[in-house]
């Protein structure tokens, strides 16, 4: 009998550097991820740092609105809407086998831009504790290294001083400013975004060896070729 990772080699893909481990979501991580998130995740003196507060939506388990309801769909269309032409990965990330935060790495038409996008979250008792830094530093490396791209854009809010620092401390340079529209309990918010920019010849590696698993397959699925 095939796999899971033979069916969908994204679900073979693993990423190590000391004690942060990183894999795609499967749906038995739900339930650890939803407990995660109703812990909190936005830091009292910092910014919102998404482009609609799900993480801040009444808490229903079991209902059709609110959380993790409207997450999960979101979770669940990322495979359905896998292709070479659009795909994103939502990563877990675990410290020591638990699991704090998510790193996403999504790109469209990849094989013409060779660019791609990152975005992730902690859980807020684990922020502060350098993991941020790592997790990132480890998604545009498998993105440089793996996946042959040349360059991973991200943003954040102004004045969200703690994405500043990991974005710093990946390598990432300004890249402009967007206005942007937030969606919010209370309406649509217009807010500064700052752009920021990684090459392969601005990178900065994380400390320490890493091991990555599962790319060649993941390669095949996303059809990308050297």
């Not at 975005?119 to 480890?138: A, D, E, Y």
Request: one cysteine or more; proline letters at 6%; aromatic letters at 8%.
């Amino acid at each position: 009998m095939l796999t899971m990772e033979e069916i969908f080699p994204p679900f073979g893909l693993l990423i190590t550097s000391g004690s942060v481990e990183m894999r795609v979501m499967r749906d038995e991580d739900i339930p650890e991820l939803v407990e995660l998130i109703h812990d909190g995740i936005q830091a009292p003196d910092l910014p919102m740092p998404f482009l609609t507060d799900w993480h801040a939506q009444s808490f229903t388990p079991g209902s059709p609105d609110g959380f993790p309801t409207t997450s999960l769909a979101w979770w669940w269309s990322q495979r359905a809407m896998f292709a070479p032409e659009d795909w994103r990965m939502a990563l877990t990330v675990r410290r020591d086998g638990v699991l704090v935060g998510m790193q996403d790495v999504h790109a469209t038409n990849f094989a013409q831009t060779r660019h791609v996008e990152t975005g992730s979250w902690l859980g807020l008792r684990h922020q502060g504790q350098g993991t941020g830094t790592v997790m990132r530093q480890l998604a545009v490396g498998l993105a440089f290294d793996e996946l042959t791209a040349q360059s991973c854009g991200s943003g954040y809010i102004v004045g969200n001083l703690a994405s500043a620092a990991v974005s710093r401390k990946t390598g990432y340079v300004d890249n402009g400013r967007n206005r942007i529209v937030q969606r919010t309990a209370d309406g649509k918010v217009g807010i500064e975004e700052q752009r920021v920019l990684v090459t392969p010849h601005t990178y900065l590696r994380p400390v320490g060896p890493v091991t990555i698993r599962g790319a060649d397959a993941l390669r095949r699925f996303l059809a990308i070729e050297d």
